[in-house]
């Protein structure tokens, strides 16, 4: 459900997973809820990483933000993370 998936990062709760696909001209940052029985994954949202090629995650230990990092074009940037494990769009960048 993502194209080229470098890095996965689960929530604190074990609720939700979010995943970069490494995109050369752009990527983006998925989240999933996680089914606690089977394991199964269901697409809730996906958010703009604000740069090219996203290849890390790290949730805070709080699960109310994800930091990514974007290896092609060298920024960092954090997305909100709402109660039902959506992603917000990107509230800070740095290049």
Same mark, same amino acid.
Do not use: C
């Given at each position: /459900? =993502?194209?080229?998936?470098?890095?996965?990062? #689960?929530?604190?709760?074990?609720?939700?997973? +979010?995943? $970069?696909? /490494?995109?050369?001209?752009? @990527?983006? $940052?998925?989240?999933? !809820? %996680?089914?606690? =029985?089977? @394991?199964? #994954? =269901?697409?809730?949202? /996906? /958010? *703009? &990483?604000?740069?090219?090629?996203? =290849?890390?995650?790290? $949730?805070?230990? *709080?699960?109310?933000? #994800?930091? $990514? !990092?974007? +290896?092609? *074009? @060298? *920024? %960092?940037?954090? #997305?909100?993370? !709402?109660?039902?494990?959506?992603?917000?769009? %990107?509230? &800070?960048?740095?290049?």
């Amino acid at each position: /459900e =993502t194209a080229s998936p470098s890095f996965l990062a #689960l929530h604190p709760s074990g609720k939700f997973l +979010y995943a $970069v696909g /490494e995109i050369p001209n752009g @990527g983006g $940052v998925k989240a999933f !809820a %996680v089914d606690g =029985t089977s @394991g199964a #994954l =269901t697409l809730l949202n /996906e /958010e *703009s &990483s604000r740069g090219a090629g996203p =290849t890390h995650l790290a $949730v805070d230990a *709080s699960g109310r933000a #994800l930091i $990514v !990092a974007n +290896y092609g *074009s @060298g *920024s %960092v940037a954090s #997305l909100p993370i !709402a109660d039902d494990g959506k992603l917000g769009p %990107v509230a &800070s960048f740095f290049q």
